[in-house]
T-cell receptor
Framework: NAGVTQTPKFQVLKTGQSMTLQCAQD?????MYWYRQDPGMGLRLIYYSASEGTTDKGEVPNGYNVSRLNKREFSLRLESAAPSQTSVYFCASSEVLRIQPQHFGDGTRLSIL | GENVEQHPSTLSVQEGDSAVIKCTYSDSASNYFPWYKQELGKRPQLIIDIRSNVGEKKDQRIAVTLNKTAKHFSLHITETQPEDSAVYFC?????????????FGRGTQLTVWP
């Protein structure tokens, strides 16, 4: 089992460019999440998907969109990248939404110039 | 929403000593409290969790205590080793929210000196 797989691992963008971060899990989990991690800020929730077909905003959703493509895959899109979106992005999944541990991917290090 | 505060932000201990990291939360409806360890450049990994119907939980050198009345929970690492050096995050999940989503503290950088 690979667990939670994120692609790409590293990316450099120019301001205004768009890109999609991919996430897939093979644990048959229902819930998936996207976080960003900035120095001294901990993990902040961007968007989540309680189950296939549903998505909701988290703490810092502005500038992002998500798609729950199927039960396995949950993508994060930056439509017009800004330097403030330079961060490490983590995808996570859990069996169900409530009171369950979350399993994280290896992260995507994104730099926006 | 929930607010989780974590202290200290940095902690240095000598190998073999104990380390304690403390977190407070604001929402009395929170009922699940995981702790994650993140080594440099790696993913956060769950090391222990506790639910609100339990006051203490141990797993070898790691223990977590929960005081629901005071709304705080702590991570205790005994007999620390250099490989315990990492950033530790506490989190809380509140059943009062629409989701039971996790709210994270800002992390504690633990350094264990040999």
């Amino acid at each position: 089992n690979a667990g939670v797989t994120q692609t790409p691992k590293f990316q450099v963008l120019k301001t205004g460019q768009s890109m999609t971060l991919q996430c897939a899990q093979d644990m048959n989990h229902n819930s998936m999440y996207w976080y960003r991690q900035d120095p001294g800020m901990g993990l902040r929730l961007i968007y989540y998907s309680a189950s296939e077909g549903t998505t909701d905003k988290g703490e810092v959703p502005n500038g992002y969109n998500v798609s729950r493509l199927n039960k396995r895959e949950f993508s994060l899109r930056l439509e017009s990248a800004a330097p403030s979106q330079t961060s490490v992005y983590f995808c996570a999944s859990s069996e169900v939404l409530r009171i369950q541990p979350q399993h994280f991917g290896d992260g995507t290090r994104l730099s926006i110039l | 929403g929930e607010n989780v505060e974590q202290h200290p932000s940095t902690l240095s201990v000598q190998e073999g000593d104990s380390a304690v990291i403390k977190c407070t939360y604001s929402d009395s409806a929170s009922n699940y409290f995981p702790w994650y360890k993140q080594e440099l450049g790696k993913r956060p990994q769950l090391i222990i969790d506790i639910r609100s119907n339990v006051g203490e939980k141990k797993d070898q050198r790691i223990a977590v205590t929960l005081n629901k009345t005071a709304k705080h929970f702590s991570l205790h690492i005994t007999e620390t080793q250099p490989e315990d050096s990492a950033v530790y995050f506490c989190a809380a999940s509140t059943r009062g929210s629409t989701l039971g989503r996790l709210y994270f503290g800002r992390g504690t950088q633990l350094t264990v000196w040999p």
